[in-house]
């Protein structure tokens, strides 16, 4: 999944200009930037915190589909959906090391989680009410995050491209078994097909906004796009989804609930995409600044888990330490 | 000799359902993040021996019922699980324990199984004894660890221990399905695997400076029907768009 990391993003930097210059040009050669190399600490700043939102993302994003594990309607979907929600913990777990490589723990990470200091996408503020849902955010919600993925396999901080070359393959497989599961509801009965129906009108307009503000509005996208964190715009991203996605939706026999949706012949250069209708950024900016329809609820879910399991973690520290005494207790000896 | 082999088989794939979906409540919500993806591991390979099972009794029924038809079309009264793997998860400590004690016991069952003189169960057991060994493993460090940890880790520890005990006895009795099918050679007998699942039980317990208790009173009832409160809730979940949506694919 992704991660509206980069809203507000502080990307300042106080290094001198050689220094900048310098880094620049290795970024404009491609050369990708390892954890050793010397980097602007606004670079290094933007990473933590886009990476962290990413890996929280992975995280929060188990909740609403491990919402239907114990209800999955038959055992093949629910070893499935069991894989893939792992999947998505795997996510969550190399994007917190790729964030370590750059001076930051998991353990901080978490904390701000939890205090909600570091942000998470808003599509997990959502919830999960049907199993449509289900293929719904495989096909959709996946859809769009592999659309903004796929860019950054050639991020130019190392460790993150890295983990989203295999992040990207899982996802892959994901959207297909999502739509994979919604030909089943549509070549279903009435009511399956009508539960599809519902479940992609409540998606739609969450997945566009999953790309980000408007160019416009996306203040701190420039210095992202300059040190090639980011290599495409908000809209550009999100228009390339929407192009790639109607064709999607009609071979399912399903629309979009878009009234002001329609083919534009002119548009990208001539070869034609989807004019749309207007997000309402009211709703975005009430979710991202915590008061969706989930966000208390998954913030509960991520709290419960992480103080329930707390004397577990001391446990499993204390008898490491503990073993590692008697080991040299048993060398002295 | 169909109609023991196919009870027997429900036995055993109620099993691992009901076990596999205990644990996988828990994912997204374990202790530690490294748990977040053991825990659903567990549980895929306990639901995908219950897979197996399913589709096999299935066949030895002979009236066209397949995995789904069995894992989810059945009245409470009709699964035969033991009533160890339907206990809820409690904490940490209870559901490591609850897996310890499975595996523990169905490591050598399948082992056993391995010379069946029937396939179809050598080619399940081939898979199932090495997930179950690592769930020795795994669960059995866990024991350890809380065992000999923290005072309130050793404290839940014993308490679980304390709990699910009782239960035990209920994995190593014989319904007359599993006696004949034993008598054939088709399955293991079940009575025959104590001593080595106190083997592992005692190694662990020793090193997780645990104590096990000594069983007056053990529960049983699973076998027959006879199951807990918490099973109905368990059902109603598991079974829920399989009855709310009747007859359809999903």
């Avoid at chain 1, 879910?301 to 001391?314: F, S």
């Avoid at chain 2, 997930?131 to 005072?151: C, K, N």
């Avoid at chain 2, 054939?184 to 662990?204: C, M, V």
Wanted: glycine share 8%.
């Amino acid at each position: 999944m992704y991660s509206q990391g980069l809203i507000g993003a502080d990307g300042a930097t106080e290094e001198t200009e050689e220094f900048l210059a310098a880094f620049q040009a290795r970024i404009d050669r491609e050369e990708k930037i390892e954890p050793n190399d010397p980097m602007p600490e606004g670079y290094r700043k933007t990473l933590v915190r886009q990476i962290g939102q990413h890996a929280h993302s992975e995280i929060v994003g188990m909740l609403p589909e491990g919402n239907w594990i114990t209800r999955a309607p038959s055992l093949r979907r629910k070893a499935a959906l069991l894989a893939k929600v792992q999947d998505e913990g795997g996510h969550g777990l190399y994007l917190y090391s790729a964030a370590e490589t750059l001076g930051v723990t998991r353990e901080q990470m978490t904390e701000e989680l939890l205090s909600g200091k570091a942000k998470y996408s808003s599509i997990f503020n959502y919830p999960t009410p049907t199993w449509a849902d289900m293929g719904t955010i495989g096909w959709l919600v996946d859809g769009a995050a592999i659309m903004n993925q796929i860019p950054l396999c050639r991020c130019s901080y190392g460790p993150y491209a890295r983990a989203m070359i295999r992040v990207c393959k899982e996802e892959s497989f994901h959207q297909r078994q999502g739509y994979e599961l919604l030909i089943s509801l549509c070549n279903g009965t009435k009511e399956q097909k009508e539960m599809a129906q519902d479940s992609i009108n409540r998606w739609w307009w969450p997945s566009l906004m999953m790309f980000g503000p408007h160019d416009a509005e996306s203040s701190h996208s420039e210095q992202s796009m300059k040190w090639k964190i980011k290599r495409f715009s908000n809209d550009e991203l999100r228009q390339k989804f929407i192009d790639a996605t109607i064709p999607q939706a009609e071979y399912l026999g399903l629309t979009v609930p878009d009234p002001d949706l329609k083919w534009n012949p002119e548009k990208n250069n001539g070869k034609g995409g989807y004019d749309h209708g207007e997000i309402n950024w009211d709703e975005f900016w009430q979710v991202v600044k915590g008061h969706g329809q989930m966000n208390r609820d998954r913030i509960k879910a991520r709290k419960k888990a992480w103080n329930d399991g707390e004397w577990v973690r001391d446990a499993a520290l204390a008898h490491a330490e503990k073993r590692a005494a008697r080991k040299t207790q048993q060398a002295a000896e | 000799m169909s109609q023991a082999l196919f009870n027997a088989l429900l036995e055993l794939g109620d099993d691992h359902l009901i076990l596999g979906h205990r644990v996988s409540e828990w994912c997204g919500h374990a202790p530690l993040l490294e748990e977040d993806l053991a825990m659903p591991n567990m549980a895929l390979d306990n639901i995908g021996a219950s897979r197996n099972i399913y589709t096999y009794a299935g066949e030895v029924e002979g009236k066209g019922r397949d995995e789904d038809q069995l894992a989810y079309l059945r009245l409470d009264r009709e699964y035969k699980n033991c009533l160890l793997v339907e206990r809820p998860n409690e904490d940490f400590a209870h559901t490591m324990l609850k897996q310890l004690y499975f595996a523990a016991f169905m490591e050598p069952y399948w082992q056993a199984a391995l010379s069946s003189t029937d396939e179809t169960i050598r080619g399940i057991a081939g898979k199932a004894v090495k997930e179950m060994a690592y769930h020795i493993r795994h669960a059995g460090e866990w024991v350890i660890r809380l065992g000999d940890g923290t005072d309130e880790s050793a404290k839940r520890m014993q308490a679980a221990v304390e709990e699910m005990t009782p239960y035990v006895e209920e994995l190593f009795t014989m319904s007359a399905d599993a006696k004949a099918c034993a008598e054939k050679g088709i399955l293991p007998d079940r009575e025959a695997l104590r001593a080595q699942w106190s083997q592992t039980i005692s190694n662990i317990f020793d090193q997780a400076l645990l104590d096990l208790p000594e069983v007056k009173f053990p529960q049983l009832g699973g076998r027959t029907g006879h199951h807990g409160e918490e099973m109905g809730f368990l059902l109603a979940q598991l079974q829920y768009v399989q009855r709310a949506y009747p007859g359809m694919s999903w």
